[in-house]
């Protein structure tokens, strides 16, 4: 069974988890920016957490589904509607055979995912079913959706509700929509830190930046004080990651995201902690980030008990179904 | 030898300190080597480049960052088993390079910066034998170290928005091929009909860190005839 995109709406691409084992060959992890509301709405829909769902952009998205379905969605302020019903963040929803999906424009935040019970059915490609963009494979054709595309869908479970019907439960509050009005991100010192001025390094912690408008998934430009080397010079590329500040010679700093490439040459001066990359994959041009260091331990122990309470929100989810 | 973090979830191991075009790569892939032996739990993918070797781990699968540092430091004082790397015993790969204007809009450009004539950069850009030092950029992308020091050209003040897939082209003292069409600042002489990253192959890129590579000048019939 298929979906039909009506409306692709700004940017949508079909995203998973993303691609690991070929960095040696320059392939980046891309899959969701926020690989964590991912899993949750995929969590949400009865998927495995890696099942493919869609990344929306600024939303207009329209969707019409030959079958019933679970869907459930996480991410920016978005409103969503299943036919005439409200289907808040985080909760799952049963859209019924015919039925359309509207994702209007966000209120704040940028990117939603909705994942869809069965997950999109695309072909793995090097292990995953995310689209790289700029690669132009995996996902849909290699590409971002557009008004007609037909969406094949995966099995699922037996669905013995009848529709329109929204749960009662839901993911907790702070995964189904990001807390973006506190643009905080925290970070931990990167490899470059010392090659940087101490005026640069008070600025990083005490100024606001802006986010410019050549922003995209490969990255966040931002815009404020310039952060400079006490001395400057080339250095060799080497690994970059998602999180990874780095600063050209301009000294304005760029917000390494999930497309990124796999290794590069500006120094480093930190990099955004995995749990705040929720956050950062809202910023949109316009929006002001502050930034806040915490030591490498904390950055790992905050992970680890993310990791732990989305373990028992699936255990959960499971007593719920049950 | 040192290890650092690289973020929460990834930490840079710097093999050697000074960069040295053979030594350094050779250290860098016996490093490579060495860590997937050591199939270290936690340890999610590798990425080399010149000096370094970056580990990805998962921060959930670790004891503490001291403690999976020591673990890295171990696989890396382990010996190997006699290797057979894939350089050296391994012939060099031929990648064949049209020069022709249409295909090397800054050929006039590098041969300017180098007091040479465009056909004396040719001829000493084609007859190198190159190394790759590694892959990245883009997908299945060849940072080549081998380029004649002379052919070094600075790389573009305003990258230009769209290089084709194939070109051949040179940013400071490296040399590279853009597999797929993408933005770039690096100065375009030639370009290949080959067909650099496949995700239908495995690896899906055609080149991989320490591959030796010769470039033969071919002509405008020849790659047509050689297009894929």
Redesign the interface.
């Given at each position: 069974m298929n979906a039909t995109v009506v409306s692709a709406g700004f940017l949508t691409s079909v995203q998973d988890l993303g691609r690991?084992?070929?960095?040696?060959?320059?392939?980046s992890t891309g899959g969701a920016l926020d690989a964590h509301a991912m899993r949750v709405a995929n969590a949400l829909a009865g998927n495995d957490d890696n099942a493919a769902g869609l990344e929306a952009t600024l939303g207009k998205l329209r969707l019409r589904f030959e079958d019933e379905r679970i869907v459930a969605w996480c991410g920016g302020a978005f409103t969503v509607r299943i036919g005439d019903e409200n289907l808040p963040p985080g909760h799952a929803g049963l859209i019924g055979a015919g039925d359309e999906l509207v994702m209007a424009a966000p209120n704040e935040g940028s990117r939603g995912w909705l994942a869809i019970s069965g997950g999109i059915d695309v072909p793995l490609?090097?292990g995953s079913r995310a689209t790289?963009l700029?690669?132009?494979?995996?996902g849909h054709d290699g590409r971002t959706l557009r008004d007609g595309d037909v969406l094949p869908l995966g099995k699922h479970g037996d669905l013995e509700i009848a529709a329109p019907w929204i749960s009662e439960w839901s993911a907790p509050a702070p995964w189904a929509v990001t807390e973006y009005r506190e643009r905080f991100l925290r970070i931990?010192k990167?490899?470059n830190w010392d090659a940087f001025t101490a005026e640069a390094q008070t600025s990083l912690v005490t100024a606001s930046f802006t986010v410019t408008a050549d922003s995209d998934r490969m990255g966040a430009r931002l815009d404020g004080p310039n952060l400079d080397r006490n001395e400057a010079g080339?250095l060799?590329?080497?690994?970059?990651?998602p999180?990874?500040l780095q600063v050209p010679p301009s000294g304005q700093p760029i917000l390494l995201l999930g497309d990124c490439?796999?290794?590069?040459g500006y120094p480093?001066i930190a990099?955004?902690?995995?749990v705040d990359i929720s956050i950062a994959a809202q910023l949109w041009p316009g929006d002001r980030v502050r930034f806040h260091e915490v030591a490498?331990?904390e950055?790992?122990q905050l992970?680890?008990e993310r990791?732990n309470d989305f373990a028992r929100f699936r255990v959960g989810l499971d007593l719920h179904r049950s | 030898m040192r290890i650092?973090?690289?973020?929460?979830?990834?930490l840079?191991v710097r093999v050697v300190e000074e960069?040295h075009p053979e030594k350094s790569l050779d250290a860098v892939l016996r490093a490579t080597r060495q860590l997937e032996a050591a199939a270290i739990p936690g340890v999610?993918?590798?990425?080399?480049?010149?000096?370094?070797v970056?580990v990805?781990y998962d921060?959930?699968r670790?004891i503490?960052?001291e403690e999976f540092k020591t673990q890295i430091e171990y696989a890396l004082h382990t010996s190997l088993e006699p290797a057979r790397p894939r350089a050296g015993a391994v012939p060099a790969i031929e990648v064949p390079v049209c020069y022709e204007n249409e295909f090397a809009p800054d050929l006039g450009d590098v041969a300017q910066h180098a007091g040479l004539s465009e056909d004396e950069v040719v001829r000493r850009h084609s007859s190198a034998r190159y190394r790759v030092n590694?892959?990245?950029?883009?997908?299945?992308?060849p940072?080549l170290t081998g380029l004649p020091a002379e052919l070094a050209t600075p790389r573009r003040a305003t990258p230009r928005t769209e290089i084709p897939a194939g070109s051949v082209a040179i940013g400071?003292a490296q040399t590279g091929i853009y597999p797929?069409k993408?933005p770039g600042g690096w100065n375009v002489i030639g370009r290949t009909p080959l067909r650099l990253?496949d995700?239908k192959q495995e690896?899906?890129?055609m080149f991989?860190?320490g591959d030796r590579i010769t470039l033969r000048q071919i002509s405008r019939e020849e790659f047509d005839s050689l297009r894929q």
């Amino acid at each position: 069974m298929n979906a039909t995109v009506v409306s692709a709406g700004f940017l949508t691409s079909v995203q998973d988890l993303g691609r690991t084992g070929f960095r040696q060959s320059g392939v980046s992890t891309g899959g969701a920016l926020d690989a964590h509301a991912m899993r949750v709405a995929n969590a949400l829909a009865g998927n495995d957490d890696n099942a493919a769902g869609l990344e929306a952009t600024l939303g207009k998205l329209r969707l019409r589904f030959e079958d019933e379905r679970i869907v459930a969605w996480c991410g920016g302020a978005f409103t969503v509607r299943i036919g005439d019903e409200n289907l808040p963040p985080g909760h799952a929803g049963l859209i019924g055979a015919g039925d359309e999906l509207v994702m209007a424009a966000p209120n704040e935040g940028s990117r939603g995912w909705l994942a869809i019970s069965g997950g999109i059915d695309v072909p793995l490609v090097l292990g995953s079913r995310a689209t790289d963009l700029r690669g132009n494979f995996g996902g849909h054709d290699g590409r971002t959706l557009r008004d007609g595309d037909v969406l094949p869908l995966g099995k699922h479970g037996d669905l013995e509700i009848a529709a329109p019907w929204i749960s009662e439960w839901s993911a907790p509050a702070p995964w189904a929509v990001t807390e973006y009005r506190e643009r905080f991100l925290r970070i931990v010192k990167g490899a470059n830190w010392d090659a940087f001025t101490a005026e640069a390094q008070t600025s990083l912690v005490t100024a606001s930046f802006t986010v410019t408008a050549d922003s995209d998934r490969m990255g966040a430009r931002l815009d404020g004080p310039n952060l400079d080397r006490n001395e400057a010079g080339d250095l060799l590329s080497e690994a970059v990651a998602p999180g990874t500040l780095q600063v050209p010679p301009s000294g304005q700093p760029i917000l390494l995201l999930g497309d990124c490439q796999t290794i590069g040459g500006y120094p480093k001066i930190a990099h955004v902690i995995t749990v705040d990359i929720s956050i950062a994959a809202q910023l949109w041009p316009g929006d002001r980030v502050r930034f806040h260091e915490v030591a490498l331990a904390e950055a790992q122990q905050l992970f680890l008990e993310r990791e732990n309470d989305f373990a028992r929100f699936r255990v959960g989810l499971d007593l719920h179904r049950s | 030898m040192r290890i650092e973090p690289l973020g929460d979830s990834a930490l840079l191991v710097r093999v050697v300190e000074e960069f040295h075009p053979e030594k350094s790569l050779d250290a860098v892939l016996r490093a490579t080597r060495q860590l997937e032996a050591a199939a270290i739990p936690g340890v999610i993918e590798l990425a080399s480049a010149y000096s370094t070797v970056a580990v990805f781990y998962d921060p959930a699968r670790i004891i503490s960052f001291e403690e999976f540092k020591t673990q890295i430091e171990y696989a890396l004082h382990t010996s190997l088993e006699p290797a057979r790397p894939r350089a050296g015993a391994v012939p060099a790969i031929e990648v064949p390079v049209c020069y022709e204007n249409e295909f090397a809009p800054d050929l006039g450009d590098v041969a300017q910066h180098a007091g040479l004539s465009e056909d004396e950069v040719v001829r000493r850009h084609s007859s190198a034998r190159y190394r790759v030092n590694c892959v990245g950029f883009t997908p299945g992308f060849p940072y080549l170290t081998g380029l004649p020091a002379e052919l070094a050209t600075p790389r573009r003040a305003t990258p230009r928005t769209e290089i084709p897939a194939g070109s051949v082209a040179i940013g400071g003292a490296q040399t590279g091929i853009y597999p797929s069409k993408s933005p770039g600042g690096w100065n375009v002489i030639g370009r290949t009909p080959l067909r650099l990253f496949d995700v239908k192959q495995e690896p899906p890129a055609m080149f991989q860190a320490g591959d030796r590579i010769t470039l033969r000048q071919i002509s405008r019939e020849e790659f047509d005839s050689l297009r894929q």
